[in-house]
């Protein structure tokens, strides 16, 4: 059984997240670490005996010879860094949003297949414990057919919720599914229909976003529907999904991080009668060979975990890069249609950026540079709309 080799470029969270979760798995060997700033460097190599250091990573690469390159960075350095290491020819994960926009996600794609490499997106929580769990139940028919899902964000700005938390929210839709074929959303900035003078780079790097508040409806095959909101509120949610069929529901805050859980109710329509243990907890599901005392978190070490497997049968992780690209699909498709009022069916013929082309088509040039750093942002923001 081959022991593939991983380098990590990024040692920052979710770079020490990815660190330690491959670092646990007793078939993969992280051979490098690379970042900018030594301080990061040294302490994460000092925790795992990583010797193998570098501030460069094409030379990384060259020198250590990885399978596969982890680019937990901010969003916005995505595209650049993927476009680099697919060069090498080698295999990558990159974390969640796969690119800030359709024109960077395309390119990345079209790089993989040209150099015959794997691209996975790191949404852990799909293969996660929690999910599976939730999904065991359902492919056993514990809710029967499936009509709906339902999820909200972590109460972040709207647009950024769509980019952050969002990612994972229509990740795990897909799981049960499919490929969505069209998106409608409503965007609303201080209680009114966004305009293009709403469009605002987003916090944290994560591209162009629009709206406080977005509502949005999509639709599978099948006549399955779900409904995503993402909603600012002052004061921070678990993500929640609730899946219906027609036999009863699942309800999962499928993140360990946050005392998430999964639960079943065979009621499909109802209240319980006011009886809360009528809703059945699911058991979270364990790798055979992850260590609970390991500092690794569980639902890293299973994303970690299915790329061994996929390499090993030679195809694609479950949370791929067609299904991150196809999370960007989604996610644009949805500023497009709060934009112009109008369902958007997917895929999209225009790459562009869909609020970046509203604002030209009004004669407005790119947004104002804002601050990264969320609370910054916020109130930068809240100055924009007159309430500071």
């Known amino acids: 059984m081959k022991t593939y080799r991983v380098a990590i ?13 491959y670092h646990a798995h007793p078939r993969v060997k992280v051979v490098a670490l690379c970042d900018l700033i030594q301080e990061r460097l040294d302490t994460l190599g000092d925790e795992l005996s990583i010797a193998a250091r570098f501030t460069d990573l094409d030379e990384m690469i060259l020198q250590t010879q990885p399978d596969i390159v982890a680019i937990p960075t901010g969003t916005e350095f995505h595209y650049e860094l993927c476009m680099r290491v697919l060069e090498h020819g080698v295999h990558i994960e990159v974390e969640k949003p796969m690119c800030v926009d359709l024109e960077q996600a395309d390119a990345v794609m079209a790089k993989a297949r ?8 790191h949404h852990q929580g799909r293969v996660g414990a929690f999910m599976q769990a939730m999904y065991k139940a359902f492919s056993e028919g514990a809710i029967g057919e499936l009509g709906y899902i339902n999820s909200r964000g972590k109460a972040y700005y709207g647009g950024l919720g769509l980019m952050n938390i969002g990612t994972h929210q229509l990740n795990n839709m897909l799981k049960f599914a499919g490929h969505c ?3 409608s959303a409503v965007a609303l900035t201080d209680n009114h229909p966004i305009t293009p003078d709403d469009v605002v780079p987003s916090p944290l790097g994560m591209g162009t976003i629009a709206g406080e508040h977005i509502t949005a409806t999509l639709h599978f095959d099948n006549g399955v529907t779900a409904n995503l909101l993402q909603h600012r509120s002052p004061t921070g949610t678990n993500p929640v999904m609730e899946i219906g069929g027609t036999e009863g529901r699942l309800l999962g805050s499928a993140c360990l991080l946050i005392k998430g859980g999964a639960w079943r109710l065979s009621q499909p329509r109802y209240i319980p009668n006011g009886k809360s243990d009528q809703w059945e907890p699911l058991e979270p599901i364990y790798p055979e060979h992850y260590d609970r005392s390991s500092p690794a978190a569980l639902d890293d070490y299973w994303f970690a975990d299915a790329y061994v497997r996929a390499l090993d049968e030679d195809r694609d992780h479950e949370c ?13 498709g949805i500023f497009e249609s709060a934009a112009y009022g109008k369902r958007v069916d997917l895929p999209q ?13 009004h004669d407005l040039a790119a947004p104002e540079v804002m601050p990264r750093p969320y609370n910054e942002w916020l109130e930068a923001e809240d100055r924009r709309l007159g309430r500071l």
């Open 9 to 21: 470029l990024g040692c920052r969270g979710r770079g020490t997240a990815a660190a330690r979760a």
């Open 114 to 121: 040209e150099k015959g490499v794997r691209v996975a997106v």
């Open 181 to 183: 074929r069209s998106v």
């Open 320 to 332: 791929s890069g067609a299904e991150g690209h196809h999370i960007v699909e989604i996610m644009m």
């Open 349 to 361: 013929e225009n790459r562009e950026h869909p609020l970046l082309r509203w604002r030209r088509e």
